[in-house]
């Protein structure tokens, strides 16, 4: 038996061996880029630019909607989803408890008040009965977040949101090519989001965002909003009329231009990752010790993120172990060159944010009112973005190798959490909160 690098034995991934490098940058996408430049077109603001067009065009056929519109980044295609969708100040927008923070931020930025709705443990998506139970009358809307890129429980959450007339949104911002009962996520609420930044499946070289829709009306408001509330028509003269509230959220023609150069290698590099992540989660698998993530056969998961459960049983553990054997196993994996990160250190309503005065908000926010993503933070590591890129395999085995000797080591593992003075992820935000904002 290997001795644990954490204890001084050797590393299972050698400090040499390196992450492949994510977004992939071809000649094509180089070329693509120099394109744009050459042709001096640079925003939907140039006439006769192409490149904004085309990828809104490609990526509307591609999540078999009528509309895209392209945007400067994930977060301002959300509140832009939002203010085109009608909800404005006082407006309570459902939101789940476990997802990144701009998706409870974009609803305050319409003034709109985010409520919290709980998880489901295993698919860490949002739980359509939690949804139903924070629906009050004030309730506008839900945004419906395809966490990790497994998309959520879409029959159930469209049954409340029409028992309630919700407008749905869908935040597919880590689910691009994911599909639900054969449909592209992104292609069932009234209006959806997607993210381009440079750590998703389907990144741009920077920022950018996607929102699309069936819907001609809604579709006509975001394209105006994007550009302060203004008809700038593809050619001829701006007339700098401002019909609406707006923002300055127009995207960037050589980020769209990279882009689309991407999309038409996304379809092959996606199925490369599905066969790398598989072959990978197959060999954790027959691990008694780690939940791998799944899909249900109702859905397809597109691996942006991976999260893994860790069962504190096969150690010898008590459930209240969880936490603790969690920290250990992360700190032993990193120690063999393995990058298990945290994905959220608390619930998003236990961030400092929601416990500051807020615009409109009359509401106390608490974390503990979401036992299960509580649980989930606390006795789950993830992987993330040393996986997404095509040739991801032998380090994935590595990976896995890793896996199988601190398996092999369990005693050690076990005996090392058991004396672990623990502090759970959200206990240690607040003292790096508190240690940042003292400078
Ligand atoms: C679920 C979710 N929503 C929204 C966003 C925001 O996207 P962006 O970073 O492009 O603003 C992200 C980005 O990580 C995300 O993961």
Redesign the pocket.
């Known amino acids: 038996m290997d001795k644990l690098a954490m204890l001084g034995g050797t590393r299972t991934v050698p400090r040499d061996r390196r992450i492949p490098k994510w977004p992939v940058v071809t000649p094509d996408d180089e070329e693509a880029v120099r394109r744009v430049l050459a042709s001096g077109r640079f925003t939907t603001a140039s006439s006769g630019e192409k490149e904004i067009a085309g990828l809104e065009r490609e990526w509307a056929r591609e999540t078999g909607t009528r509309h895209c519109v392209a945007v400067s980044?994930?977060?301002t295609a959300?509140s832009l989803a939002l203010a085109a969708a009608g909800i404005g100040p006082g407006d309570e927008v459902i939101v789940p408890a476990l997802?990144?923070i701009?998706?409870a931020i974009a609803p305050l930025h319409v003034f709109a008040v985010p409520v919290f709705a709980d998880i489901d443990p295993v698919t860490f998506n949002v739980d359509p009965a939690a949804v139903e139970a924070a629906v009050t009358p004030r309730t506008k809307a839900v945004i419906v977040?395809h966490?990790h890129g497994l998309p959520a429980d879409l029959t159930e959450l469209m049954a409340v949101a029409e028992r309630h007339g919700l407008t749905v949104i869908e935040?597919a911002?880590?689910a691009h090519g994911a599909r639900y009962h054969d449909r592209p996520a992104g292609s069932f609420g009234a209006i959806n989001t997607f993210?381009?930044?440079v750590?998703k499946n389907l990144a741009t070289c920077g920022?950018g965002?996607l929102v699309t829709t069936d819907d001609a009306d809604l579709y006509q408001r975001a394209t105006m909003m994007r550009q302060f509330g203004e008809v700038i028509p593809r050619r001829g003269s701006r007339s700098y009329v401002s019909h609406l509230l707006g923002w300055n959220h127009k995207p960037a023609a050589i980020q769209c231009a990279f882009t689309r150069s991407r999309l038409a290698r996304f379809g092959h590099e996606s199925e490369l990752r599905d066969q790398n992540v598989r072959h990978f989660l197959g060999r954790l698998a027959e691990l008694p010790w780690l939940h791998v993530p799944t899909a249900p056969d109702d859905r397809t998961h597109v691996w942006h993120i991976l999260r893994f459960r860790i069962d504190p049983e096969p150690f010898g553990l008590g459930p209240e172990f969880a936490g603790p054997l969690r920290s250990v196993v992360m700190r032993a994996l990193r120690a063999e060159g393995v990058p298990a990160t945290h994905y959220q250190l608390m619930p998003l309503p236990a961030q400092r944010l929601f416990q500051s005065p807020l615009p409109g908000v009359d509401r106390k926010y608490r974390g503990e009112d979401h036992p299960n993503t509580l649980r989930v933070i606390d006795g789950s590591f993830t992987i993330q973005k040393a996986h997404l890129h095509p040739d991801a395999r032998p380090l994935l085995d590595l990976y896995a190798d890793a896996a199988t000797k601190l398996w092999e080591n369990r005693d050690v593992i076990a005996a090392e959490a058991k004396s672990l003075d623990y502090m759970p992820p959200w206990r240690e935000a607040e003292q790096i909160a508190d240690a940042e904002w003292e400078g």
């Open positions: 980044n994930g977060t959300l997802s990144f701009a998706s977040v966490l935040d911002a880590q993210s381009l930044n750590s920022e965002g």
